[in-house]
Structures are given as structure tokens and as C-alpha cells.
């Protein structure tokens, strides 16, 4: 859980969070790179993609192309399956943890928000 500061703000960076970042832009320019994510819990989760959206603003994404046991991506009708492989329990702790994961890659890598439209 994030601790709220004096004034009732959160932190800059999350306690006990980490985001390792590894480069990996697509040509579309839509994908920035890899997350590997700490929590504070000690649970750790990789193969998380950094985005940027249409209006330029960054996300994670949740969601993977779908495999068969070799390996192979499925398909149905010819486009790619997705399997979403991180799940919340509701929207309100998903956007949550989006949050602290941004909040923590503008402290580590401000480098990855240049350019990104103010809120």
C-alpha cells in the first residue's frame, strides 16, 4: 500500500517498489520496452511492456500473444490470441498499481517521459 506524505499526496516513488526497464522500441514507436516489477510483498513479475498510447501517454500492458505447448502463437481467424497474464480484482486496484509502476519508472527512467502530454 502506498504511504500518503504529510500534505495527503502520494510519494514520488512508491516504497519498497522497483522497476528494472530494458530498451525495446517497435517500429510503430508504440512500445518503449520490458518491465520486471518488485513489489514491496517481495513478489516480482516480468515480461511487462511499457506503451505508448495514441494521445502519447505511457501504460503497462497486461497482456500477452497466447501459445501453444511449442511455442507457436494461436490464432483464430488469422489474428493473434491475447492472454491477459496479470489479473486484479477490480479496475480501482488495477489503476492503482499502473500508478505506482509509473511512478516509479518517472523517478528511475525519466528519460521514458519526455515528450509525454501533462494530465
Do not use: C, Y
Amino acid at each position: 500500500m502506498m504511504r500518503l506524505t504529510p500534505t495527503g499526496t502520494a510519494p514520488p516513488h512508491p516504497l519498497g517498489w522497483h522497476v528494472q526497464f530494458t530498451p525495446d522500441r517497435n517500429a510503430a514507436g508504440t512500445m518503449l520496452g520490458w518491465l520486471r516489477i518488485t513489489r514491496p510483498s517481495g513478489e516480482i513479475t516480468d515480461d511487462h511492456k511499457l506503451m505508448v498510447g495514441p494521445a502519447g501517454r505511457r501504460f503497462v500492458t497486461f497482456i500477452f500473444p497466447d501459445s501453444a505447448a511449442d511455442g507457436t502463437q494461436r490464432r483464430r481467424h488469422g489474428h493473434i490470441i491475447w492472454k491477459q497474464r496479470q489479473h486484479f480484482r477490480d479496475q480501482a486496484i488495477r489503476d492503482n498499481w499502473q500508478r505506482q509502476v509509473l511512478a516509479v519508472l518517472r523517478t528511475e527512467h525519466p528519460e521514458l517521459f519526455v515528450g509525454e502530454p501533462q494530465e
